[in-house]
Structure formats: structure tokens, C-alpha cells
């Protein structure tokens, strides 16, 4: 008996060219869509399946988390999903083009609470100014927080790269939460912030 091809979703960050080609890596050529910190994939899962026409790359450090990803994204065999296990912060540094992106999701990322831990914040000034780069001009970055604190904290970093809007209520897309973490706090009546923040034209790369 012949056994079906096993779909293997995942790049291993030392496999990439430099800078990456990801028409290479998807086998075409089409608008790409990257979530930062996925967890369990349920958004950009849907997103895929969704939206064949664009491609979409997961990116999760977490090892219980990205496995769990992995293995959901090879039992659909979404030929339009690729999910990758690294700290996001170096591999868009290093590896991602310029105007490569037409789009970054970034739900709940860790918000650090604790003085000796802001270092670890993911909006630092210089991945603003990556995130900047690597997105096309009509780019956005879609954002969503339940921690007050960091609103207030990576707002102006934010501004200063990008025009930035505040989404209020929830996604039209996906009106009970777009993650596992959203629809937990919309359950639980969590404040949410959400923001989506879009290439301001003047800014050159």
C-alpha cells in the first residue's frame, strides 16, 4: 500500500536564502500574510483556508504551542500556510526583504508587566522600524491588546512609523475574537484594544 505524501509546513529558519525568497518557499509568487506569535494557528488557519489566493506565515517560539501548530497546519495541508519556529524580532531583522509583507497580524504579545522584564517587549523602536521596512507602502499591521499599560507605551513608538487608528469593537472578520486568547477575554468582558496601523506614505524605507 502506498502511503500518501506527508505535508510538511514548516521552514527551518536556516534553510532560507538571505534575504528570503518566498515566492521560492510557497512555490509562487502572491501577497503575504505573517501572524507573530500564532499559538494553536486557529486565526491565520482560517485566514488560509479562507483566502487562497495570498500566502500566510505563522511564527511561534513556544514549543507546546508550535508543535500543536505544526501538526493542525500538516493535517490540512494548506499548501498556502507555512509555519516557522523562531524569535521573530531576529528572523524579520534578518532574513525578510524589503517590502516583502502586505500584511503583519500581531495579537496579545507578551506584555512584559514587570519593570526588569520591558526589555522583552516585542515594540521596541527598532522592530517598529523593521516591521516599517519589510511591509509593501499600502502595508498594515493589525494589533490587538488587553493590557492598558502597553497600549499607552508602544503607541507613540508606533507613530512614529506608522498612522495609526484605533479599531473600535470587534473584527468585522471574526466579530467573537480572531484567537483562542481573544475569545477568552470577550467571554470573560475584558477590556480589548485594538489598532490597525498602516505605512505612512512619507516614510521611506
Same mark, same amino acid.
Request: glycine share 6%.
Given at each position: 500500500?502506498? +502511503? %500518501?505524501?506527508?505535508?510538511?509546513?514548516?521552514?527551518?529558519?536556516?534553510?532560507?536564502?538571505? %534575504?528570503?525568497?518566498?515566492?521560492?518557499?510557497?512555490?509562487?509568487?502572491?501577497?503575504?500574510?505573517?501572524?507573530?506569535?500564532?499559538?494553536?494557528?486557529?486565526?491565520?488557519?482560517?485566514?488560509?483556508? @479562507?483566502?487562497?489566493?495570498?500566502?500566510?506565515?505563522?511564527?511561534?517560539t513556544?514549543?507546546?504551542?508550535?508543535?500543536?501548530?505544526?501538526?493542525?497546519? @500538516? +493535517?490540512?495541508?494548506?499548501?498556502?500556510?507555512?509555519?516557522?519556529r523562531?524569535? /521573530?524580532?531576529?528572523?524579520?531583522?534578518?532574513?525578510? %526583504?524589503?517590502?516583502?509583507?502586505?500584511?503583519?497580524?500581531?495579537?496579545?504579545?507578551?506584555?512584559? %508587566?514587570?519593570?526588569r522584564?520591558?526589555k522583552?517587549?516585542?515594540?521596541?523602536?527598532?522592530f517598529?522600524?523593521?516591521?516599517?521596512?519589510?511591509? +509593501? &507602502? $499600502?502595508?498594515?499591521?493589525?494589533? @490587538?491588546t488587553?493590557?492598558?499599560?502597553?497600549?499607552?507605551?508602544?503607541?507613540?513608538?508606533?507613530?512614529?512609523?506608522?498612522?495609526?487608528?484605533?479599531?473600535?469593537?470587534?473584527?468585522?472578520?471574526?466579530?467573537?475574537g480572531?484567537?483562542?486568547?481573544?475569545?477568552?477575554?470577550?467571554?470573560?468582558?475584558? &477590556?480589548?484594544? $485594538?489598532?490597525? /496601523?498602516?505605512? +505612512?506614505?512619507?516614510?521611506?524605507?
Amino acid at each position: 500500500m502506498v +502511503k %500518501p505524501d506527508v505535508f510538511d509546513p514548516e521552514i527551518l529558519p536556516g534553510a532560507l536564502d538571505v %534575504p528570503a525568497n518566498w515566492g521560492k518557499v510557497f512555490g509562487r509568487n502572491a501577497p503575504l500574510e505573517v501572524e507573530i506569535g500564532s499559538g494553536g494557528g486557529r486565526y491565520l488557519m482560517a485566514c488560509a483556508e @479562507a483566502r487562497p489566493e495570498s500566502n500566510f506565515l505563522a511564527i511561534e517560539t513556544d514549543g507546546e504551542y508550535f508543535y500543536l501548530l505544526k501538526e493542525r497546519a @500538516a +493535517k490540512r495541508r494548506l499548501s498556502n500556510l507555512r509555519v516557522c519556529r523562531n524569535d /521573530a524580532t531576529d528572523l524579520v531583522a534578518s532574513v525578510f %526583504p524589503d517590502a516583502c509583507v502586505d500584511c503583519f497580524h500581531i495579537y496579545f504579545p507578551d506584555p512584559w %508587566p514587570k519593570k526588569r522584564h520591558l526589555k522583552r517587549r516585542i515594540f521596541t523602536a527598532a522592530f517598529c522600524s523593521q516591521l516599517r521596512r519589510t511591509l +509593501k &507602502p $499600502r502595508g498594515v499591521l493589525y494589533l @490587538a491588546t488587553d493590557y492598558r499599560d502597553y497600549v499607552l507605551k508602544i503607541l507613540p513608538v508606533l507613530a512614529a512609523k506608522f498612522e495609526v487608528d484605533e479599531h473600535v469593537g470587534t473584527w468585522e472578520d471574526a466579530p467573537k475574537g480572531r484567537t483562542n486568547f481573544e475569545i477568552k477575554y470577550i467571554k470573560e468582558g475584558r &477590556p480589548i484594544w $485594538r489598532y490597525v /496601523a498602516r505605512c +505612512k506614505n512619507s516614510e521611506s524605507l
